[in-house]
Antibody, heavy 120, light 108 residues
């Protein structure tokens, strides 16, 4: 069974940092692009970042460039999102998702999400 | 950056057909994917590559894409189809994944 389990969310003050993790099982992690998507309370889905199988390509939404860093450890089947200089508008549920495509990024399996709350 | 526009809401009676539009400039040259999200749950991929269905998704779900509009069609709508639906493309020019704003499907 394919599973993605996120962790690391929590309450953080503006300007603070958090590191999200996503542990996967049930598929060949090293063979898939991976993606983080977030959803602010009551809002729609927003793509955050994607990373290629070997980590050689990484893409970010403009609003997090320079503040967030996506990474992966293929030996540990884990995906990470390092978040720095957090702002109020980073408050959201953060989902990790598998991207099976060689082109046309899309997400076919999703975790249940981890909640990040930025508040003073 | 590329923009996808969806109607905020669509209502349909049970057993009827729901069409959810996703507008974008010349979207027909992009590949469109669709997700279903029920309250408190993670999104689920229901259509990929414009019209393909993942395993486990009923045949009642179909997709099309041409010109400036992509459409998710749900035939013989059931109460369990009530959810938010999002379209999504990969804009290779900007190397960005783009989601539409989402459409809330209400089954009357």
């Amino acid at each position: 069974e394919v599973q993605l389990v996120e962790s690391g969310g929590g309450l953080v003050q503006p300007g603070g940092s958090l590191r999200l993790s996503c542990i996967v099982s049930g598929f060949t992690f090293s063979g898939s692009w991976m993606t983080w998507v977030r959803q602010a309370p009551g809002k729609g889905l927003e793509w955050v970042a994607s990373i290629k199988q070997d980590g050689s390509e990484r893409f970010y939404v403009d609003s997090v460039k320079g503040r967030f860093s996506i990474s992966r450890d293929n030996a540990k089947n884990s995906l990470h999102l390092e978040m720095n200089s957090l702002r109020f508008d980073d408050t959201a549920v953060y989902y990790c998702a598998r991207d099976p495509a060689a082109s046309s990024r899309h997400m076919d399996v999703w975790g249940n999400g981890t909640t990040v709350t930025v508040s003073s | 950056s590329y923009v996808l526009t969806q109607p905020p809401s669509v209502s349909v009676a049970p057993g009827k057909t729901a069409n959810i539009a996703c507008g974008g400039n010349n979207i027909g040259i992009y590949t469109v994917h669709w997700y279903q999200q029920k309250p408190g749950q993670a999104p689920v991929l229901v259509i990929y590559y414009d019209k393909d269905r993942p395993s486990g998704i009923p045949e009642r779900f179909s997709g099309s894409n041409s010109g400036n509009t992509a459409t998710l069609t749900i035939s013989r709508v059931e109460a369990g189809d009530e959810a938010d639906y999002y379209c999504q493309v990969w804009d290779s020019g900007s190397a960005h994944v783009v989601f539409g704003g989402g459409t809330k499907l209400t089954v009357l």
